[in-house]
C-alpha cells in the first residue's frame, strides 16, 4: 500500500483557516485520497476524498496537486470542535477498499 | 448518514475469558466490514477484513484464532477475543461501506473499549 507523510501536529487560531498537508509521492492512479478525523475516546470520522480533481463539501475542502503527490486539506474557518487528529490514507480501489491509517496530524485549535 | 454501532461500548473482563463486539450497520447493508485496534496515543492498526458469508481476512501478524471474526449478514459482523488477557487491552473499532461502493466513505462505529484484569 501506498504510504502518506503528515506534519505530526500543528497548531491554528480558531476562526483561520488551517492547511493540513500531506505527501503520497508513490501514490497509484487508482489511488484515491481520503482525509478522516478522530476526537479523543471516539472512532474517526469521515471528513472528504477524491481522486484527481480538488473536491468541496461542508466540511472541509480537498486541494489534490496536478501530479497528485501531494493533498492540502483545507479547513476554511476553525473552531475548537476541529481540534482532532487528522489522518490522510490512501484507498486502493483494487483492494478491497481497506484503509491503513498513517499516524496522521495533531491539530490544536487555539482560541 | 450511515450509522455504524457497536456494542458494548465498554466491557471488563477477567483474564481468560472470552469477549465478544457487534458492529451493526444500522441503516445500510455492508459486504465488506473492517476491524482495527488502536492502544494509547497511538494510530488505528487494521486487524482484519470481515467479508459477509465468507471467512475474514487477516492483516499479517493478526492471530486468527485469537481474534475470531463472523459476519453472518450485511448488517452484522462480530468480534470475539478469546482467552483475553491484558495485553489485549484495547479500544476495538470497526467501520463498514455501502455494499458496492469500495471507493466511497467508510463510516466508523464510536468504538468498544476492553480492559482485561
Known amino acids: 500500500d501506498a504510504k502518506t507523510t503528515q506534519p505530526n501536529s500543528m497548531e491554528s487560531n480558531e476562526e483561520e483557516p488551517v492547511h493540513l498537508p500531506c505527501n503520497h509521492s508513490?501514490?497509484?492512479?487508482?489511488?484515491?485520497i481520503h482525509w478522516y478525523r478522530q476526537l479523543p475516546s471516539q472512532g474517526p470520522e469521515y471528513v472528504i476524498h477524491g481522486l484527481t480533481s480538488n473536491v468541496n463539501n461542508r466540511m472541509a475542502s480537498l486541494a489534490i496537486a496536478e501530479d497528485r503527490k501531494s493533498s492540502t486539506l483545507i479547513l476554511h474557518r476553525a473552531t475548537l470542535r476541529d481540534a482532532a487528529v487528522y489522518y490522510c490514507i490512501l484507498a486502493r480501489s483494487s483492494n478491497t477498499g481497506k484503509l491503513i491509517f498513517g499516524q496522521g496530524t495533531t491539530l490544536q485549535v487555539k482560541p | 448518514g450511515a450509522v455504524v454501532s457497536q456494542h458494548p461500548s465498554w466491557v471488563i473482563c477477567k483474564s481468560g475469558t472470552s469477549v465478544k463486539i457487534e458492529c451493526r450497520s444500522l441503516?445500510?447493508?455492508?459486504?465488506?466490514m473492517f476491524w482495527y485496534r488502536q492502544f494509547p496515543k497511538q494510530s488505528l492498526m487494521l486487524m482484519a477484513t470481515?467479508?459477509?458469508?465468507?471467512?475474514?481476512?487477516?492483516e499479517q501478524g493478526v492471530e486468527k484464532d485469537k481474534f475470531l471474526i463472523n459476519h453472518a449478514s450485511l448488517t452484522l459482523s462480530t468480534l470475539t477475543v478469546t482467552s483475553a488477557h491484558p495485553e489485549d487491552s484495547s479500544f476495538y473499532i470497526c467501520s463498514a461501506r455501502i455494499s458496492g461502493q469500495v471507493t466511497g466513505e467508510l463510516f466508523f462505529g464510536e468504538g468498544s473499549r476492553l480492559t482485561v484484569l
Open positions: 441503516d445500510f447493508q455492508a459486504t465488506t
Open positions: 508513490t501514490i497509484s492512479g487508482t489511488d484515491y
Open positions: 470481515s467479508n459477509e458469508g465468507s471467512k475474514a481476512t487477516y
